[in-house]
């Protein structure tokens, strides 16, 4: 029996080549996306879970609001770790994470710089699960001055000789050179820090300062089995209480509830180990975080494909019904029950899932670089690596077998033998209303993605083409000049001296990309008290013409004037927000400095807005000072400056200037641009998903064409026997499906409305959905549509009525 | 075997009621060779649906081998006819994605015979209709007669008491249309099967042991 039913499901895809490759094809699609994305998502649920105690491992960060200012940051104090455990009998295990940035580590005779470089307090490989593959965990970094490698490193220096023992020193003189004491496998990927080098913490004596003041260690800590870690959260304001109340009184002369009265916050959280990756939004963290709504979005991208695909698969097979009528018909006079029959198309189901499921494998193979390339992610397709693939993937089939053909298996099977043998099928007029409702529900989706992504791309050029109030093109920004040392001055003249240069600006505060931030509290006037925060830049003369910036008032810095050092211009929103909505020229601002002194600062001159943070911020007010950075140079190039000879002779000249790195440098519009990666990003895999969802709705679509075509061809016949022109057949044909189309337009839009809206509020400047957006997403949509209808129903307008009324 | 009690069957149309069948009362008993006879539209394919139990009824009763018919649920009704009763049809239908032996096969799938048992039955008839040589070949393939002769070797492979026959020889031509007639009058006479075939022919009509005359529904004394 089973046999039999495998024999007529191949016989019947192969009599219906061109159906079943659509089929096939639009199942393998769905099932593809599916699963890339689920790998995706997966992938990111995933993160820090390969710790064998990541259940109970909890990292813990300070958040504060102090005089305006929020803080969230995901280190803390020195001494906090040590604390924790000493005072919670809950804690079981506390250890740090001291990020050493990127020294430069001379091993043998040879120098090489690290960025993947961390100290770590000694029980640290107990309370991370990183096996050793050399060395002992528990010992291993107890002594001062050892290092514990991954095997990426260890292959990378010592290749076949044992690295155990050796000696890493660093190109700082002061620290003392380390002992590799063990190598560990590499770091997973799925880990939210990626470090290379373990280095003992016992040696930094940093780490045992008691400052409750500055906050640079990453902390985990262990709690016992089933502990809630809401209790011991409940419990952390103490910690602010005993330990950081009287070193601030110290440092401030404020008692910690003066402190708090003036409106300041200062308080510890828990965060799950596996929230770490998806639910983090500190300025600085181990790695760049994920983002949970993307897993979201994808998750419902990818769920939707799948029942995209899926509801193609019922149409086209209710379509293809007519034609397995009559098998029914006969079937069922031989004696079959609905039952049997049933069992037998979910079978046919099941075995073309199978089918589209190897396809889908392919494709997978095929797309997945690029995938990764678009997304930054690191999937693979492994079936070794995960035994339990297989069995999933097998189950897939199942469910999507199931789920696309218990539909058409049901419908198949209730066909009454006499009606279809008569061939008198009026096939499904009653289950036209559900399939027209499906077709509605794959457009309402497709429509969706569209508007979204035209959304998306209409504020990513609104970003690209605002006037941002400074000029972004053709600048070229060379970082970290500070590593030529006394030759800086001379590179900085060679520079200027270039005829494909404009002019040059030492600032490391850069209106886009990272950039050196400095928040400034000041006073408007000299005897009040009203503070306000703003932002200082430091410049020199040559920034404001260097980017275009425009000047409104008063004047630029100017080295002639050697008071200029007490000088500053502001933004408009500054002036505003100090009040001088016109004339702040000659006004003084004032501040309480470091040490106590107040400094007096007079306003010569007030710059037009410009965008120095990202379009997701609003324009806060800035204050520019006179104080030359030697650390960046900023340099405007000519319109027709060539590029690549300039930075050939530049690279020269750096390492002639006695730099040990290799010259590093961007241009200012690739750094605003890099600055909407995230969304850029987002775009490309939106207008790729909505691709996909449209062509497999139109595989759909172009399905049921047939099938409506088919169905009506005696009714076409007579029609056209009585005189109706191809163009009106046509045209009749057509119309029904322009209205499915029509109706999930109008559920889409305000959905795609709603959601876009949500979306845009991330950004301070954003362009405001008009309706041309939907209007474009509605033609575009019903123009394919209507090409993949018109096909069928041309071609069933020009066939012979003669032939299609020789029936019986 | 069969009997039918003043049974009628009508389609509403436009509140009229157009009777398909009209009092038809009709005794069958086993080893009769009975043709139906009667214009278009008379209610020949109409009556042997309703005996093959395709097909339902408004009005009267049904005894099929002494089994109200008319008081069965679906499933036993399904159940009687898959066991008893064997389908010819005018346009044969048989199934394009199989081949003549796993057409021949099918009605055994759907009463649970094993395979052995199924080889056996299936070449068997094979045989007796000598198309030994086909039985790999596909309908498309075969001509009318020739897929005829398949059709009605189906019916006949499990046994039936009765089959129905609806215009046999309909698409075929004389010569294959009297092969059928003189198989089907081998069989009702050696095989003791009931045969009830429809027919416009009045030569293939005289195969039958009795004739009955359909008009409107009505059948004709």
């Known amino acids: 029996m089973f046999r039999n039913y495998l024999k007529i499901a191949f016989r019947s895809l192969w009599r219906n080549k061109g159906f079943s490759l659509i089929n096939i094809l639009g199942l393998a699609i769905g099932i593809a996306v599916c699963l890339i994305i689920l790998m995706f998502v997966n992938n990111e649920l995933s993160y820090d879970r390969y710790n064998t105690k990541a259940d109970r491992i909890y990292r813990i960060y300070f958040q504060g609001d102090v005089q305006g200012e929020k803080l969230k940051e995901s280190t803390v104090m020195p001494p906090v770790a040590q604390t924790m455990k000493a005072d919670f009998p809950e804690v079981e295990e506390a250890t740090r994470i001291r990020d050493y940035g990127f020294p430069k580590l001379i091993i043998g005779d040879k120098s090489f710089r690290e960025d993947a470089f961390a100290f770590v307090d000694s029980n640290f490989f107990n309370v991370f699960t990183l096996p050793f593959l050399q060395g002992d965990a528990r010992t291993a970094l107890i002594e001062p001055n050892t290092v514990v490698i991954t095997e990426a490193v260890a292959g990378k220096y010592f290749g076949n000789r044992n690295p155990m023992g050796q000696i890493i020193s660093f190109n700082d003189k002061n620290k003392a050179p380390c002992k590799i004491t063990g190598v560990i496998e590499n770091v997973p990927v799925n880990s939210h820090f990626h470090f290379d080098f373990f280095a003992s913490m016992a040696g930094l004596p940093e780490s045992k300062v008691p400052t409750w003041m500055s906050s640079n260690f990453y902390t985990y800590l262990v709690l016992r089995k089933d502990f809630d870690y809401m209790k011991l959260e409940a419990k952390l304001p103490n910690l602010v209480e005993k330990y950081i109340g009287p070193q601030l009184f110290k440092a401030m002369g404020m008692t910690l509830a003066e402190f708090k009265g003036k409106g300041n916050v200062l308080s510890f959280h828990l965060q799950p180990l596996t929230d770490v990756h998806l639910h983090s939004d500190f300025a600085n963290d181990l790695s760049q975080p994920g983002d949970i709504r993307y897993v979201y979005i994808f998750s419902a991208i990818a769920l939707f494909m799948l029942l995209i695909a899926c509801i193609n698969f019922m149409n086209l097979s209710t379509a293809a019904a007519s034609k397995r009528a009559r098998e029914v018909g006969i079937r069922k006079v031989l004696g079959s029950r609905k039952p049997e029959l049933i069992r037998q198309f979910l079978l046919e189901t099941i075995v073309i899932t199978a089918i589209a499921l190897l396809i889908a494998i392919l494709f997978i193979k095929l797309a997945l670089p690029v995938f990764n390339n678009l997304a930054s992610q690191n999937l693979e397709l492994n079936f070794a690596a995960y035994p339990l693939l297989i069995p999933l993937l097998l189950l897939l089939v199942l469910v999507v077998g199931v789920l696309a053909g218990s539909y058409p298996a049901f419908y198949l099977s209730s066909f009454k033998p006499v009606m279809v043998l008569k061939s008198k099928i009026t096939g499904g007029r009653k289950s036209i209303g559900l399939r027209s409702g499906l077709v509605v529900f794959q457009f309402f989706i497709s429509i969706l993605l569209i508007v979204c992504t035209l959304v998306v791309y209409n504020q990513l050029f609104y970003i690209q083409h605002k006037k941002l109030g400074y000029d972004k093109d053709k600048v070229l920004v060379l970082q970290n000049t500070w590593m030529l040392n006394k030759n800086q001055d001379s590179f900085r003249q060679f520079v200027i001296n270039d005829p494909r240069v404009v002019s040059v600006s030492c600032s490391g505060y850069l209106p886009a990309g990272s950039s050196n931030n400095n928040n400034f509290f000041v006073s408007p006037g000299e005897n009040t008290s009203q503070v306000i925060k703003t932002l200082r830049y430091d410049v020199d003369e040559n920034y404001i013409s260097t980017l275009g910036i425009q000047l409104l008032e008063g004047r630029n810095f100017s080295k002639q004037f050697s008071t200029d050092s007490g000088s500053v211009i502001l933004n408009e929103a500054a002036a505003v927000a100090f009040g001088w909505r016109k004339g702040a020229v000659g006004k003084t601002i004032s501040r309480i400095n470091n040490e106590g002194r107040k400094e007096v600062y007079s306003v010569i001159g007030v710059v037009r807005d410009f965008h120095f943070r990202s379009l997701h911020e609003r324009i806060s007010p800035l204050v520019m000072a006179f104080s030359p950075d030697q650390g960046t140079l900023i340099v405007k190039l000519r319109a027709n400056a060539d590029i690549p000879a300039l930075t050939e002779i530049l690279k020269k000249r750096w390492s002639e200037a006695g730099a040990e790195d290799p010259l590093s440098y961007s241009f200012l519009d690739e750094r605003y641009n890099n600055t909407y990666k995230t969304e850029q990003k987002m775009g490309l895999i939106l207008g790729i998903f909505a691709g996909l969802t449209i062509f497999v709705a139109c595989l759909g679509l172009f399905g049921l064409a047939k099938f409506t075509a088919a169905q009506r061809t005696k009714e076409i016949g007579i029609r056209k026997v009585l005189g109706a022109s191809v163009a009106q057949v046509t045209g009749m044909l057509s119309k029904e499906f322009l209205v499915l189309v029509l109706v999930a337009c109008v559920i889409a839009f305000p959905v795609a409305w709603w959601a876009m809206n949500n979306w845009l509020q991330d950004f301070a400047y954003r362009i405001s959905i008009s309706w041309w957006i939907f209007a474009l997403a509605g033609v575009t949509i019903i123009l394919i549509a209507l090409f993949t209808v018109s096909f069928q129903a041309i071609k069933a307008a020009i066939a012979n009525p003669v032939k299609s009324l020789r029936t019986e | ?221």
């Open chain 2, 1 to 221: 075997m069969i009997d039918l009690k003043h049974i009628n069957k009508w389609v509403n149309s436009g509140g009229n009621r157009v009777f398909l069948l009209r009092d038809i009362n009709l005794n069958v008993n086993e080893g009769e060779f009975i043709s139906i006879m009667g214009p278009s539209g008379s209610g020949k394919s109409t009556l042997l649906n309703v005996i093959g139990m395709l097909d339902e009824f408004g009005e009267g009763e049904y005894n099929f081998l002494g089994q109200p018919v008319h008081q069965l649920k679906e499933k036993q009704r399904s159940q009687l006819y898959k066991s008893h009763i064997g389908f010819v049809f005018q346009a044969y239908h048989l199934i394009d994605e199989l081949t003549v032996y796993e057409n021949i096969e099918t009605p055994l799938l759907y009463q649970n015979i094993n395979t052995s048992n199924r080889r056996a039955i299936v070449a068997d008839i094979l045989d007796r209709f000598n198309i030994v040589g086909k039985k790999d070949l596909f309908p498309p393939q075969l001509s009318g007669g020739q897929q005829q002769l398949v059709g009605v070797a189906r019916a006949l492979v499990a046994k039936p008491k009765l089959i129905l026959a609806d215009e046999p020889t309909g698409n075929l031509n004389s010569k294959q249309g009297e092969e059928i007639m003189e198989l089907f009058k081998q069989l009702n006479s050696e095989d003791r099967v009931t045969i009830i075939q429809a027919t416009h022919s009045e030569r293939n009509a005289a195969y039958g042991s009795k004739i009955i005359n359909l008009l409107d529904g009505r059948i004709e004394k």
